[in-house]
């Protein structure tokens, strides 16, 4: 297993061969904190093209649009708690059904009404992404993202990307203030 720290980027497949389905999980624990509201954090996948954005707004995988169109990829349900060990929430991916149309697919984290709620993301702790090898359940990359978060109410966690005919990893861990909204402004989806 590779454990990664903030903008290392590394080989997938290179490293795998034969590597196609990949199960992405992403978990998180929350502070105590004296807000009454509860904490719902979201993934989300934004399947981008190679100008960084999406093509239609069927290329954003969250709560209310669990599957890819190619079927390549697949949100695997809504975690409202985050209670409990291992991974909240996981979205699926084979590799080998990414249309090559598609140059990147970025996993992010939101606080669902969190401008309402008064919650941010220094409030959070433990939160990582990690890669397995879905035939055998095998963590191969794993990324930390740190406790270097404050108002944000959106994180980039990391990115699967094309390299030539291998996928890389890059551990992007960057916050975004305006939660789910200015993550979708940022990557072309209408909201």
């Not at 996948?45 to 669990?66: E, M, R, T």
């Not at 090898?133 to 740190?146: A, F, Q, T, V």
């Amino acid at each position: 297993m590779i454990s990664l720290f903030k903008g290392q980027k590394v080989d997938l497949t290179k490293n795998n061969p034969g590597l196609s389905k990949v199960l992405v999980g992403l978990g998180w624990d929350v502070n105590k904190y004296d807000g009454q509201a509860a904490f719902d954090l979201d993934t989300a996948a934004f399947v981008l093209a190679p100008n960084g954005k999406v093509s239609s707004d069927s290329d954003f995988l969250f709560y209310n649009n669990l599957k890819h169109s190619s079927g390549a990829i697949q949100h695997m349900g809504d975690n409202r708690t985050g209670i409990g060990e291992g991974d909240d929430e996981q979205i699926r991916v084979d590799l080998s059904k990414v249309p090559s149309s598609v140059d990147k697919i970025a996993f992010t984290v939101t606080i669902h009404e969190a401008e309402e709620r008064r919650q941010n993301f220094g409030q959070v702790s433990n939160a990582y992404i990690r890669i397995m090898d879905e035939s055998n359940g095998k963590e191969l990359i794993r990324y930390d993202l740190g406790e270097d978060f404050s108002v944000e109410t959106a994180v980039i966690a990391g990115e699967l990307y094309r390299s030539g005919s291998e996928w890389k990893f890059n551990a992007v861990g960057s916050g975004f203030k305006g939660g789910l909204r200015a993550l979708c402004q940022n990557f072309g989806v209408n909201v």
